[in-house]
């Protein structure tokens, strides 16, 4: 069975920094590119970044020089490294996997809430 | 930017009604567009991909058409448990892709 499960969310300062991490299980993961996409709260949904099989990084410029993907096929893990935090940046975290030529979004983890406030 | 617009933004329906949902890409995206449904407090779910492709173990009701900017999803016969929040999203640019700003489907 594939599961997602992001963990690492919490409350944060502004400009304050944040490290979030999801397991992946029940699939080969290195195979897979893998999204982060966020929900800001009775708000739709926002793509944050991408990484590739090989490595290869995407970012919206909402995040582009704040946030950081990286994976560890190793460990099975995805990351996002956020920094400079905003009170905007506040939301629902999710992972997703990528499948149908990386086109679509087959599987989502339940999703970290991140909330930046003083 | 490739931006989605989603209409109506919420669509009052009754058990056993066909819906239609419609979403508009600022240009054309050919056949690269993807349907999602969420229920409050739940990671959205993969419905429709490629523009009319059901998504393995999605009910045969949902289904969607179009390309190049005009696209619809249609629910043929509501169920109760169809009643949630609809999102479209483009994934002609991706990986970068973007969303529709999402349709509540409410009990009439």
């Known amino acids: 069975e594939v599961q997602l499960v992001e963990s690492g969310g919490g409350l944060v300062q502004p400009g304050g920094s944040l490290r979030l991490s999801c397991a992946a299980s029940g699939f080969t993961f290195s195979s897979y590119d893998m999204h982060w996409v966020r929900q800001a709260t009775g708000k739709g949904l926002e793509w944050v970044s991408a990484?590739?099989?090989?490595?290869?990084?995407y970012y919206p410029g909402s995040v582009k020089g704040r946030f950081t993907i990286s994976r560890e096929n190793a460990k099975n893990s995805l990351y996002l490294q956020m920094n400079s935090l905003r009170a905007g940046d506040t939301a629902v975290y999710y992972c997703?996997?990528?499948?149908?030529?990386?086109?679509?979004?087959?599987?989502w983890g339940q999703g970290t809430l991140v909330t930046v406030s003083s | 930017d490739i931006q989605m617009t989603q209409s109506p933004s919420s669509l009052s329906a009754s058990v056993g009604d066909r819906v239609t949902i419609t979403c508009r890409a600022s240009q054309s995206i050919s056949s690269y567009l993807n349907w999602y449904q969420q229920k409050p407090g739940k990671a959205p779910k993969l419905l429709i991909y490629a523009a009319s492709s059901l998504q393995s173990g999605v009910p045969s009701r949902f289904s969607g058409s179009g390309s190049g900017t005009d696209f619809t999803l249609t629910i043929s016969s509501l169920q109760p448990e169809d009643f949630a929040t609809y999102y479209c999203q483009q994934s002609y640019s991706t990986p970068q892709v973007t969303f529709g700003q999402g349709t509540r489907l409410e009990i009439k």
């Open positions: 990484i590739g099989t090989a490595g290869d990084t």
């Open positions: 997703a996997r990528a499948v149908h030529g990386g086109n679509s979004f087959d599987y």
